[in-house]
């Protein structure tokens, strides 16, 4: 009869199979998630996702016990004083086989950790992504794009109440310049990081007319976490972004893709504040020396024009003079031969006048009703010169030399050929 398990006794034959598979562990390497540690171990999800994607193909959990776990953490910060286990992490790890009897659950147990993986991970992924970038053009697009003399406008991505966060606007207030910030909410270390800070430039690319400067920081941190602004998306916005784009993501030596594409990039966020204070400064400073080249070229041309004016005075004094005599003669001059010109004009217009009297005499109507003609009007004074200005039954006024006739259209003949 064949020998029937209990579920443990099952569970332990597993575990000791396993446990003797490879007595030495295996290299598996992964993306850590659900990172939790204490001080007696850590714990976490050991992950393999579709290249590109977040989705998880497969997953295995993964425990790390005491001296271990320091001894990991060490190993880690003895390549960078900032690495240490967290979510979003690519490990590669040296682990043994087990199998957690009580729960039937399979699992790693964590006892080396090879640190140049993870750096080189962080590095080839950022390479990959910046030359993707480059392939489309826009490695570069948003260092073309000139930051104006004064940036006073600024769009500010970051997370909200964050040291970075923090850290820009005291910088910015303790200035004396008219900053204006409009402020625009996104994750700074997460999986949230691409979906907030693309939603982030699309609403401010809405509104680039408002704006002179996007600025995006976060407080300081590990390497690591540079891996959240390693994003292609995240670098086509900025590429794609009409308004320059500074950087301040907090980590003194390596450059996440979001810095490398940005217009230009500084070690902390107080570091772009400090900068964008100074292109203040450096404006006020160049409208104050345009403004003192004003004065001076003014003065030096007022005191030149006082110098000019007195000369012109003196000649105006010396010829003003002879001018002035001369004038007294041509006015004397002038004035008898207009008295002559408007003696002979008077003349003139006087027997004009008395020539268009005669001739005005002559169309009086009162001397052509003399010579027996007529004057007909209508009952409101209106002279009747055509037969298509009376009409029948028509009242109207004859007038003659010496009186009025008034009468009544009875009846009326056109002649033929007038």
Known sequence: MEKTFSVSELNNAVKYYLKNLHPDGVWVKGEILGFKADKRYAS???????EGTNNVLSQVQVMCWGNDFWDITRDLRAVDRTLSLKDGLCVQLKCQLDLWP???????????????????????TRAKIYNELKDLGLHNKNKQLPIPLCPLRIALIASRGSAGFNDFVSEI??????????????????????????????????RKNDY????????????????????????????????????????????????????????TPTAVAAFLVNAALQYEMAISQLIDGIYREAWELLGQGKMDLHEIIKDINSEG??????????????????????????????????????????????????????????????????????????????????????????????KHGC
């Open 102 to 124: 009580k729960a039937g659950r399979f699992q790693l147990i964590a006892k080396e950790i090879e640190p140049s993986v993870t750096i080189g991970e962080l590095h080839i």
């Open 44 to 50: 976490f999800l050991l992950c393999e996702k579709e």
């Open 321 to 414: 003079k002879f001018y002035i005599e001369s004038g007294k003669r041509d006015v004397s001059e002038l004035s008898e031969n207009l008295t002559n010109s408007v003696s002979v004009f008077l003349k003139r217009a006087e027997e004009n006048f008395k020539h268009y009297e005669e001739k005005l005499a002559i169309f009086d109507p009162v001397n052509t009703l003399r010579l027996g003609y007529s004057i007909t009007r209508s009952t409101k004074g209106k002279i009747i010169k055509k037969i298509d200005d009376v009409a029948i039954s028509e009242r109207i006024a004859v007038e003659l030399k010496d009186g009025l006739i008034y009468g009544e259209v009875v009846e009326k003949e056109v």
């Open 173 to 206: 207030k303790s200035s004396k310049y008219a900053f204006g910030i409009d402020f625009y909410h996104a994750a700074v270390q997460g999986e949230m990081v691409e979906k907030e800070v693309v939603l982030a430039f699309d609403k401010i690319v809405k």
């Open 212 to 267: 002179d400067v996007v600025v995006i920081v976060r407080g300081g941190g590990a390497v690591t976490d540079l891996k959240w602004f390693d994003n292609q998306k995240i670098g086509r916005a900025i590429g794609e972004c009409p308004i320059p784009v500074i950087t301040g993501i907090g980590h003194e030596i390596n450059l996440s893709v979001t810095d490398m594409v940005a217009n230009i990039n500084f070690k």
